[in-house]
């Protein structure tokens, strides 16, 4: 889970023998890492500043993050943490709370948050859509190469979407739930955020967390590929 395709090509070039099937698999991952950098971040963060924009906001719409361009929303440092360690992030999206007049500040924080998450499981269901047309007209070795690329960045949508509704500081998770917690129960979070996220990591990297998320990810990839019923 954390050995990005960088890692993985150097182990690769510097093997004794190399496989058909360990070439696949580092391609498969530079691909993913490139989808999540180009496509998924650039969607994700635009999704925030337009719901924002549509709350009454437009912050981010004057900063020039009111696009899919993904160079308006690339953070340097989080996109080779990406290719090395498959753990990266991008340019947090500026939402002001304040100007989001449509609705009360609480709805406001909730909305923003939300909206990144929901347009990735939103692009996850139609990579599974146009992955089934595919798989319907499928003629060749080249078609099936493009259907499974479909469904690896379903998937990819789907994980993102997942680990940033995990309810902790950075995550849009945490402001989701804040909007319905008290204000002492947010501010005890916001005081030991740190502690809190150093012990989520750290049940990342050991794999304890790894069960939950993978049930959550299925659980999804399942309900979204019976939304697509009638391609079968």
Same mark, same amino acid.
Request: aromatic share 12%; net charge positive; glycine share 6%.
């Given at each position: 889970?954390?050995?990005?395709?960088?890692?993985?090509?150097?182990?690769?070039?510097?093997?004794?023998?190399?496989?058909?099937?360990?070439?696949?698999?580092?391609?498969?991952?530079?691909?993913?890492?490139?989808?999540?950098?180009? #496509?998924?971040?650039?969607?994700?963060? +635009?999704?925030?500043?337009?719901?924002?924009?549509?709350?009454?906001?437009?912050?981010?719409?004057?900063?020039?993050?009111?696009?899919? @361009?993904?160079?308006?929303?690339?953070?340097?440092?989080?996109?080779?943490?990406?290719?090395?360690?498959?753990?990266?992030?991008?340019?947090?999206?500026?939402?002001?709370?304040?100007? +989001?007049?449509?609705?009360?500040?609480?709805?406001?924080?909730?909305?923003?948050?939300? !909206?990144?998450?929901? !347009? @990735?499981?939103?692009?996850?269901?139609?990579?599974?859509?146009?992955?089934?047309?595919?798989?319907? @007209?499928?003629?060749?070795?080249?078609?099936?190469?493009?259907?499974?690329?479909?469904?690896?960045?379903?998937?990819?949508?789907?994980?993102?979407? #997942?680990?940033?509704?995990?309810?902790?500081?950075? =995550?849009?998770?945490?402001?989701?739930?804040?909007?319905?917690?008290?204000?002492?129960?947010?501010?005890?979070?916001?005081?030991?955020?740190?502690?809190?996220?150093?012990?989520?990591?750290?049940?990342?990297? =050991?794999?304890?967390?790894?069960?939950?998320?993978?049930?959550?990810?299925?659980?999804?990839?399942?309900?979204?590929?019976? !939304?697509?019923?009638?391609?079968?």
């Amino acid at each position: 889970m954390f050995r990005g395709p960088l890692i993985e090509l150097f182990m690769l070039l510097f093997s004794g023998s190399v496989t058909e099937s360990q070439v696949v698999s580092v391609v498969l991952s530079v691909f993913s890492v490139l989808v999540i950098i180009f #496509v998924v971040f650039p969607i994700h963060e +635009c999704a925030h500043g337009l719901m924002a924009k549509i709350l009454g906001d437009d912050t981010a719409e004057r900063q020039g993050r009111l696009t899919l @361009n993904p160079f308006a929303h690339i953070d340097v440092m989080g996109a080779v943490m990406m290719m090395l360690f498959r753990i990266g992030w991008a340019k947090p999206t500026p939402v002001d709370i304040r100007r +989001c007049n449509k609705v009360k500040p609480r709805a406001a924080l909730a909305l923003t948050s939300l !909206a990144g998450p929901l !347009a @990735n499981i939103l692009l996850s269901y139609i990579m599974i859509i146009a992955y089934k047309l595919v798989l319907m @007209n499928l003629t060749s070795t080249t078609g099936a190469y493009i259907a499974l690329g479909l469904y690896y960045t379903a998937q990819i949508n789907v994980y993102l979407a #997942v680990f940033n509704l995990v309810p902790i500081a950075p =995550f849009d998770g945490f402001n989701i739930l804040a909007s319905f917690l008290p204000g002492r129960a947010v501010y005890f979070m916001q005081k030991n955020q740190q502690i809190i996220y150093w012990v989520f990591f750290a049940l990342l990297m =050991f794999g304890v967390l790894s069960v939950p998320f993978g049930l959550a990810c299925n659980g999804i990839m399942w309900l979204l590929d019976k !939304a697509s019923f009638f391609l079968g």
